[in-house]
């Protein structure tokens, strides 16, 4: 195996580690173990388990996250770029499960300075595409949180998709990701008339 091959599938199995178990539940030798290497070798790729979080998370992200920038210069904005990125997150939530439980773990016990670094090294540029889709005439400020609204509301509708059935009114097929879409879509839609009319 090449450095580089190595590197990648230590990040890979770091990952799925990390997603199933929690950082503070994996240790940098059950790292090793797992790809078949020495905890040495390890260390010579990443300097301890703080980088080696880092470090996968940043792989993890902007691999998963790279193919919007294609997305949206293919689709054109009057055509349904709101309805792409909405598909393309939706799907990207409900079937990686890596990538998921990564970015709530990350929500919920990543560390200012690590959010920070995430934010800005791999998150930006694809946040910055997210924008594009809100309203250009409103301020910074609107733009910022309509963009935090847009994502937040398909977070939310996947982390509650397994406990839809089961609400009043509830249908199993309220989690597949086309009908969630559609809905979604919609939403966002009349949300962006609606500001657009209030003006």
Do not use: W
């Not at 880092?54 to 055509?79: C, G, M, N, W, Y």
């Amino acid at each position: 195996m090449e450095p580089t091959d190595t590197r990648t599938a230590i990040l890979e199995v770091a990952a799925r580690l990390y997603a199933d178990l929690g950082y503070s539940a994996v240790s940098m030798r059950d790292v090793a173990k797992e790809i078949g290497v020495t905890p040495a070798n390890l260390y010579h790729h990443f300097k301890g388990k703080e980088d080696l979080i880092r470090e996968t998370l940043a792989h993890v992200f902007a691999q998963k996250t790279a193919p919007l920038a294609d997305i949206f210069t293919r689709t054109a904005a009057s055509s349904g770029q709101l309805e792409v990125f909405v598909d393309f997150f939706l799907r990207l939530l409900l079937e990686d499960r890596v990538f998921f439980r990564l970015l709530v773990r990350e929500l919920l016990d990543g560390g200012g300075s690590r959010l920070r670094e995430l934010a800005h090294s791999v998150l930006e540029s694809p946040f910055s595409l997210v924008s594009s889709l809100a309203d250009q005439q409103g301020s910074e400020d609107q733009r910022f949180l309509t963009t935090v609204s847009m994502i937040g509301i398909i977070l939310g509708h996947v982390q509650l998709a397994a406990l839809l059935p089961y609400l009043p009114g509830g249908r199993p097929d309220y989690g597949d990701p086309s009908i969630l879409g559609q809905h979604i879509s919609a939403v966002l839609r009349r949300a962006f008339h609606d500001a657009e009319k209030e003006k």
